[in-house]
């Protein structure tokens, strides 16, 4: 069975940082481009970044350029979001998700003093 | 950036009636890279369809796409109690994927 499970997130003061993981299993995760999509409480599906298959491509939406860095280790099966200068608007649960589907259940990050 | 408009925000139908959502881009959508989403609450999104047209494994027919260029079509027809909750589509076929704002569909 194909698995993404989420973790690290958490209540971080404005400014914070904060570092998720994305762990895989049930398929050959080396293969994959992955993808972070984010939504804030109550409202929609924002994009936030993507990597292919060997971390040498990398984008961005244009509102987190800058403050996060999305990567992968392939060895250890796992995707990253590393999240620095945190905003309040950056409060949102955090999907992890290979390619279109499927998706984690998400984490959850809240930035707030 | 592609920008995703969805319509209508909100469409009340009752079980058993056709839903047609509509997603218009403000550019051409790449390769017709569209993929439609259903959402319930608390949960995570779940693919319905890829490629505008095709369907994602185990998804009923019941669920069809249509739609090139910057008009796409997500039609539900015969609507089941299980099939009222949002609707997003997104494109990836630029190089910033992006998400329509969603139709939620509710029960009339």
């Known amino acids: 069975e194909v698995q993404l499970v989420e973790s690290g997130g958490g209540l971080v003061q404005p400014g914070g940082s904060l570092r998720l993981s994305c762990t895989a299993s049930?398929?050959?995760?080396?293969?994959?481009?992955m993808t972070w999509v984010r939504q804030a409480p109550g409202k929609g599906l924002e994009w936030v970044a993507n990597?292919?298959?060997?971390?040498?491509?990398?984008y961005y939406v244009d509102s987190v350029k800058g403050r996060f860095t999305i990567s992968r280790d392939n060895a250890k099966r796992s995707l990253y979001l590393q999240l620095k200068s945190l905003r309040a608007e950056d409060t949102a649960v955090y999907y992890c998700?290979?390619?279109?589907?499927?998706w984690g259940q998400g984490t959850l990050v809240t930035v707030s003093s | 950036e592609i920008v995703l408009t969805q319509s209508p925000g909100t469409l009340s139908l009752s079980p058993g009636e056709s839903a047609t959502l509509s997603c218009r881009a403000s550019?051409?959508?790449?390769?017709?890279?569209l993929a439609w989403y259903q959402q319930k609450p608390g949960q995570a999104p779940r693919l319905l369809i890829y490629?505008?047209?095709s369907r994602a494994t185990g998804i009923p027919d019941r669920f069809s796409g249509s739609g090139s260029g910057t008009d796409f079509t997500l039609t539900i027809s015969r609507l089941e109690p299980e099939d009222f909750a949002v609707y997003y589509c997104?494109?990836?076929?630029?190089?910033?994927?992006?998400f329509g704002g969603g139709t939620k569909l509710e029960i009339k």
């Open positions: 998700v290979r390619g279109l589907d499927p």
């Open positions: 049930g398929f050959n995760f080396s293969n994959y481009w």
């Open positions: 990597i292919d298959e060997d971390g040498s491509d990398k």
């Open positions: 550019q051409s959508v790449s390769s017709d890279y």
């Open positions: 490629g505008a047209s």
């Open positions: 997104q494109q990836y076929g630029s190089l910033q994927d992006t």
